[in-house]
């Protein structure tokens, strides 16, 4: 055991939000982020300005994180970043100025695996999941089924084959000519309406995702809907998002109550951005009660990308060893590796 408390800085930059959070013995002190809107006017994140907005952003935000939780830069153990998957540039800018930190320091650098961090944001609230338990990750990029035996032991046993739930939201707001982020909007939307059309469901064997069939369903079933009525979509939009956001929750909660029935793990959490949608919370929390499920869901602040998670990551990570050195670097598709 450790006599005295650790402390960890976490740096997470792989996306389009600068965040830094100071974690001290698994307790998270403070969760700083600044948002970039200046992708709303492409339509999608452009990689190149991100980099830049990270470079601008990284000093304020990690000053304010380390000022809101009420400590000195002195009373650090180690600086956790993300290192993959994300964006190159972005994910260079945040671990560049880990590395620089942790060398000014002399206090050891965490390389952690973004989609390792998000499992883990179920852990930062109490009660937290007991082990082993199983995590749905569902983000823009991402849409996987992982089995954790432990805070540093994970195995993804299923997970999309093709296009995440995240994007299969994100381009079917676009076909319902709804401005960038669409998925939000959709869950918006949806709340006002009633799933009256269908779409189709893909078979895919085990425990696998896929979600390309689903938007060429939806774009096929729009265009000949428009083709009969050019008013269509605006007509019916509430219903078309609900109809949307349900075939793509119960797409995702068919395999997560397989993934129960195959291993026998009745703690359940989701995570990731899409796990801030509505919808999906509450068919998540009815599916639990029906099954008896002891189930988790993080605060919509853990949700989506922030350096919160990486800090927890970080500290487990700590406790265990696992450190890097300054010689990593940032990969934009890095495998799990964390077993």
Known sequence: MHSRPVTILAIESSCDETSASVCRNGTILSNTIATQEIHRLY?????????RAHMQHIVPVVSAAIEKAGIELNEL?????????????????????????????????????????????NLIQKPAPSFPFLCLTVSGGHTQIVKCIGPNEMEVIGETIDDAA??????????????????????????????????????????????????????????????????FIQQNLPDLASSIQERIIQILLKKLKRASAE????????AGGV?????????????????????????FQYCTDNAAMIAITGYYQYMDGLFSNLSLTPSARAEWNIN
Not at 174 to 181: Q, R, S, V
Not at 184 to 204: C, H, N, R, T, Y
């Open 263 to 270: 291993t026998g793990i009745r703690e359940i959490c989701i």
């Open 166 to 231: 995240g994007e299969a939201f994100d381009k079917s707001a676009k076909l319902l000519g709804l401005p960038y982020p669409g998925g939000p909007l959709i869950d918006k939307l949806a709340a006002d309406g009633k799933p009256v059309f269908s779409f189709a469901e893909p078979q895919i064997p085990g425990l696998d995702f896929s979600f390309s069939g689903v938007k060429t369903s939806i774009l096929y079933f729009l265009r000949d809907k428009v083709k009969q009525n050019p008013d």
């Open 43 to 51: 339509g999608g994140v452009v990689p190149e300005l991100a980099s």
């Open 77 to 121: 153990d180690a600086i956790a970043c993300t290192t993959a998957p994300g964006l190159i540039g972005a994910l260079l800018v945040g671990t560049g100025f880990a590395k620089s930190l942790s060398l000014s320091l002399n206090i050891p650098i965490i390389a952690v695996h973004h989609m390792k961090a998000h499992v883990l944001a």
């Open 275 to 299: 796990s801030a949608n509505s919808g999906l919370r509450k068919a998540f929390a009815e599916l639990g009660e029906k099954l008896n499920w002891n189930i988790f869901i993080p605060e």
